[in-house]
């Protein structure tokens, strides 16, 4: 795509974007901002005097089977948070929030004990970047000035933001995503609300230090160019950060039309658009993203190119809900992602929001590929006031070989993975704690061109973890 297109394309976007829940993903908004204008603060002391604290403890345990003589992990983290806001004076907030976590007991995550590989995701209860690091591990999550009225808020500083679909908090771990940079929202009208921000650095889930946009990007695995070319895009595009604009309108209370654009400087842009529809027992929903790479990746050697800057990606995906009853849910989703080129999303920023992203199992990464979903909700009794939820959830990816590494960036084949989810809310003397449940399994038949080596972690295993929480 020439230059011309790309910037018609960007502009279009643009103007666009400013004129379902997943277990063990922000199970407890612990951070949920609201709007809380205090009558009596008339001096700076009524200021800090009037604010709240807030936070949690959560106790984390996972644990992972792999396939035949690959290597099983285990790990148990302990920690929490403590959060402070003040009170709103004249519009104008200030919070602040920190949090740590200690490894009480685990295997060896590091892979640094010869018959041990590392863990890829128990790893992620503490810090990927330093995995024998078992005490200090804590970060400065939210440290903040804000201004907020009933129509409009703005933020600076480092925060949470937890907004669909590609800003998410996604909690499922010890340590969450958090972002630093600057973020705002208008309220129009109870049906319109817009969304700008720029982020210019992020704090990744299970890491403990916070990294400017351009140092984060690349962390983690760059996936292949090759069978014998790594991907190293890390800090080769230098970029300066995210732009977001973002608009949600509710035309009635069961439509919902929301579109996003995020154009991550001199890497890529892309466009969100989603409709939703709930009308009595049925729901139906459709999303469509289209990504473009920024023409400064043409500048880049093929090894350092985030995004091929010679095609667009397409996905589109379709969601349908029928509520049984008060108890029971069932959901259908099908997603397509078109041959053009791969959907990407730095996996140091989040994880997709598709109707059809699972925990542990995303999108990112492919292409020419399709995801399928049927889940099942039920509530066992309406005495326990939808305390008790179970959630069953079959998927299955269908992917390109694994040797089709422009389709294929993480050599992933083709998974049917099972979800089952117990989440359970304490009420009266326990109120605040909750016990949540996953259990996965992931089934590969693998293909002739996959050993066993390859397996880890992408096939073949049963995962499970258990979460207890209390907040205050």
Same mark, same amino acid.
């Given at each position: ?23 063990? /993903? ?6 949920? /901002? ?36 690959? &290597? /099983? ?43 041990? +590989? ?19 591990? &804590? #970060? ?6 804000? *201004? ?9 500083? #480092? ?45 990744? #889930? ?32 230098? &970029? ?37 529809? /709930? ?54 989703? +099908? ?6 080129? #791969? ?11 598709? *109707? ?31 305390? $008790? ?5 079959? +998927? *299955? ?5 694994? %040797? %089709? =590494? ?9 998974? =049917? +993975?099972?979800? $089952?989810?117990? %989440? ?14 996953? *259990?996965?399994?992931?089934?590969? %038949? ?27």
């Amino acid at each position: 795509m020439n230059l011309k297109r790309f910037v018609v394309f960007v502009a279009i976007s643009l103007f666009s974007g400013v004129t379902h829940a997943q277990y063990c /993903d922000s199970l407890t908004p612990i951070q949920a /901002d609201t709007i809380r204008i205090e009558n009596g603060v008339h001096t700076f002391k009524d200021f800090f005097a009037k604010g709240k604290f807030r936070g949690h403890l959560r106790n984390y345990f996972m644990s992972t089977i792999n396939d035949g003589a690959l &290597t /099983d992990h285990y790990a148990n983290a302990i920690g929490g948070s403590i959060a402070y806001k003040t009170a709103n004076w004249n519009g104008f907030e200030f919070g602040i929030n920190a949090i740590t976590t200690f490894n009480a007991f685990s295997s060896d995550l590091s892979g640094s004990d010869p018959n041990h +590989q590392a863990a890829k995701w128990e790893m992620e209860l503490f810090d990927v970047q330093d995995p024998t690091n078992k005490y200090n591990l &804590t #970060r400065l999550d939210e440290l903040y000035l804000g *201004y907020q009225s009933q129509k409009f808020m703005i933020k600076a500083g #480092r925060m949470n933001i937890d907004e669909d679909p590609l800003l998410k908090r996604r909690d499922g771990r010890m340590m969450a995503f958090m972002y630093q940079g600057v973020w705002s929202k208008i309220n129009l009208s109870q049906k319109v609300r817009f969304y700008n921000g720029f982020i210019n650095g992020v704090a990744p #889930r299970g890491m403990t230090r916070w990294y400017s946009m351009n140092d984060a990007i690349g962390l983690t695995n760059n996936g292949m160019l090759n069978d014998s070319t790594k991907m190293d895009y890390r800090e080769a595009a230098n &970029t300066k950060g995210l732009l977001v604009d973002g608009f949600k309108i509710n035309p009635t209370t069961s439509l919902k039309i929301q579109v996003w654009n995020y154009y991550l400087l001199h890497m890529h842009n892309t466009l969100w658009t989603q409709v939703d529809f /709930d009308k009595d027992k049925f729901g139906f929903g459709v999303q469509y993203v289209m990504q473009a790479a920024d023409p400064y990746q043409r500048k880049l050697a093929s090894s350092q190119q985030y995004f091929d800057p010679g095609h667009l990606s397409h996905s589109l995906v379709f969601q349908f809900k029928y509520n049984f009853n008060k108890k029971t849910q069932i959901r259908v989703a +099908q997603l397509f992602i078109t041959n053009d080129d #791969r959907f990407v999303f730095p996996r140091e920023l989040t994880r997709e929001n598709f *109707y059809t992203s699972i925990p542990r199992s995303w999108m990112d990464g492919l292409g020419n590929s399709s995801a399928s979903l049927a889940g099942l909700q039920y509530y066992p009794s309406n005495k326990l006031k939808k305390d $008790l939820r179970f959630d069953l959830i079959a +998927q *299955y990816i269908n992917s390109p070989d694994i %040797d %089709d =590494l422009r389709m294929n960036k993480y050599a992933s084949p083709d998974y =049917l +993975q099972l979800n $089952l989810g117990v %989440d359970y809310n304490f009420h009266g003397a326990l109120d605040g704690l909750s016990i949540n449940l996953l *259990y996965i399994y992931r089934y590969c %038949d693998l293909p002739s061109n996959m050993d066993l080596a390859k397996e880890y972690y992408k096939v073949n295993f049963h995962h499970i973890n258990l979460i207890v929480e209390f907040l205050f």
